[in-house]
């Protein structure tokens, strides 16, 4: 398994933006696909956006679909979640996930956690 650290939370006013970034070890981490989640206070994870293992493909929640952009670097083991134009009910502690092979839209199916970063959105 890899394991994960998270960065680049932040307090933001509502239209702003922030870029995470999600650290992972070990030189297997080409071989995860990679995902990010967001849990609010009081609600479920859910998913935010995946990537495959090359980067190729790419999958987002309507929820945030035209505001964010996934990428990874496989170079530097890295994995961002650029946000633009937040709103304040994308408050959340956002994870991210590294799933064995195949990206997944299910918090269930990945192998390791990062330990999250929050997000607020001021309105």
């Known amino acids: 398994q890899v394991q994960l650290v998270e960065s680049g939370g932040g307090l933001v006013q509502t239209g702003g933006s922030l870029r995470l970034s999600c650290a992972a070890s070990g030189r297997t981490f080409s071989s995860y696909a990679m995902g990010w989640f967001r849990q609010a206070p009081g609600k479920a994870r859910e998913f935010v956006s995946a990537i495959s293992v090359g980067g190729g493909n790419t999958y987002y929640a309507d929820s945030v679909k035209g505001r964010f952009t996934i990428s990874r670097d496989n170079a530097k083991y890295t994995v961002y979640l650029q946000m633009r134009s937040l709103k304040p009910e994308d408050t959340a502690i956002y994870y991210c996930?590294?799933?064995?092979?195949?990206?997944?839209?299910?918090?269930?199916?990945?192998?390791?956690w990062g330990q999250g970063t929050q997000v607020t959105v001021s309105s």
């Open positions: 996930g590294a799933r064995k092979s195949m990206s997944s839209q299910s918090a269930g199916e990945y192998d390791s």
